[in-house]
């Protein structure tokens, strides 16, 4: 049920945008400059949802935003250097995060943790401050510990609202389904799959028995297609040999949630997919933050959906994910708590 909902939702969206009516909204893009932010810029250019864009980054924001800004779409969009962060904050609805450095082969999401958690920390401090009601999504990783880490900043100010933070888990959905495409021979958009969880190895679980298509994919094939979700961000790490991880397909899937997000914003019902929230669904094992279906509304999070029926190989890999995920967010909280 719930993945054919997900599959309604999802795939209306074979173009990435599907939906151009209703209110429009101010987003601004927090490390505009870099391997994801410059695609993902460019791809909210051409979002009918957004109004006008504000692109900041430590480098190169302002040259990224001229640009942008000559696509012959409606929204407006302005590039903010290192010192003006603040301004790129002003009025702003949706933040998207992907500031901060990628992987190397042979490094985890976790070794990211000691750059990335200071970047994140600030970039959350002042959205806290300038822009207190902005719906905030963090791309950058590790995302089991910076999206914590975001919520313990709110907290410290003030103002948190559990509604308007996400954990952009996206990319591991769009894998996933383009991943069970290639074994099936079915379209994409006909072989969704709901993936919890977190955002790194095994704590990425991918639900193929709920999907119609996921189902008839059995033993040792499953297997291989299992790890190949959990995986997928080494495959790229390993052929970019050096020069970073996954920027275009992330730009992309980014660019999929802050529409979908967009579109729950302005009223529309049945908005579902994956993201990392904070959730009670694991919360009487001490993990406050997973990755389920939601349904994203007016207020952002209106409904977090429970995991739903699994395989027992799945309940397996959930037992697994688990103690990972609690290691995770207790490292980005306990970060917030020393700083
Ligand atoms: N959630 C997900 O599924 C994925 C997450 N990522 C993560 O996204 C992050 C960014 O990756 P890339 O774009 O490839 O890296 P990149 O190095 O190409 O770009 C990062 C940008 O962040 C900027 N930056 C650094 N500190 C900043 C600050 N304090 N304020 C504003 N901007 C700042 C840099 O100047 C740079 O332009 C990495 O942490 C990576 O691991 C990557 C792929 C998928
Ligand atoms: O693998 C990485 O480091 C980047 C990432 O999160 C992904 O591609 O899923």
Avoid: C
């Amino acid at each position: 049920m719930l993945a054919r909902q997900a599959l309604r939702s999802l795939s209306s969206h074979s173009r990435l945008f599907s939906s151009s009516s209703a209110r429009q909204t101010k987003v601004a893009v927090l490390g505009a400059g870099g391997g994801i932010g410059q695609p993902l810029s460019l791809l909210l250019k051409t979002d009918p949802l957004v109004s006008s864009l504000s692109l900041y980054d430590i480098r190169g924001a302002p040259g990224v935003a001229a640009d942008v800004s000559h696509i012959d779409t409606a929204s407006e969009v302005t590039g903010y250097a290192a010192d003006k962060l603040d301004e790129a904050l002003d009025g702003v609805k949706v933040v998207v995060i992907p500031a901060g450095v990628p992987r190397k082969p042979g490094m985890t999401r976790d070794d990211l943790f000691n750059t990335n958690a200071s970047i994140v920390r600030d970039l959350a401090a002042a959205v806290g401050r300038v822009s207190p009601e902005a719906h905030i999504l963090v791309i950058s990783n590790p995302v089991n510990s910076t999206v914590p880490i975001v919520a313990s900043v709110l907290e410290q100010a003030g103002v948190f609202d559990p509604r308007r933070l996400f954990g952009v888990t996206t990319l591991d959905v769009v894998r996933a389904a383009r991943f069970l495409s290639g074994i099936t021979g079915a379209s994409p958009s006909e072989t969704p799959v709901t993936v919890v969880g977190g955002h790194s190895g095994v704590t990425i679980v991918p639900l193929l028995s709920q999907s119609a298509h996921g189902k008839s994919v059995t033993g040792e094939p499953l297997g291989q297609i299992v790890h190949r979700i959990q995986y997928g961000g080494d495959e790229v790490v390993k052929a970019k040999d050096g020069a970073g991880s996954a920027t275009l397909s992330m730009a992309y899937a980014g660019a999929k949630f802050t529409h979908a997000l967009l579109r729950g914003l302005n009223g529309e019902k049945g908005v579902i997919t994956p993201t990392f929230v904070k959730s009670d669904l694991y919360a009487s094992q001490g993990i406050d933050f997973f990755s389920s279906n939601v349904e994203l509304g007016v207020n952002g999070v209106e409904k977090i959906h429970p995991v739903g029926p699994i395989s027992a190989e799945e309940q397996k890999l959930l037992d697994a994910a688990l103690p990972e995920l609690k290691k995770n967010i207790e490292k980005g909280k306990a970060f917030v708590a020393q700083s």
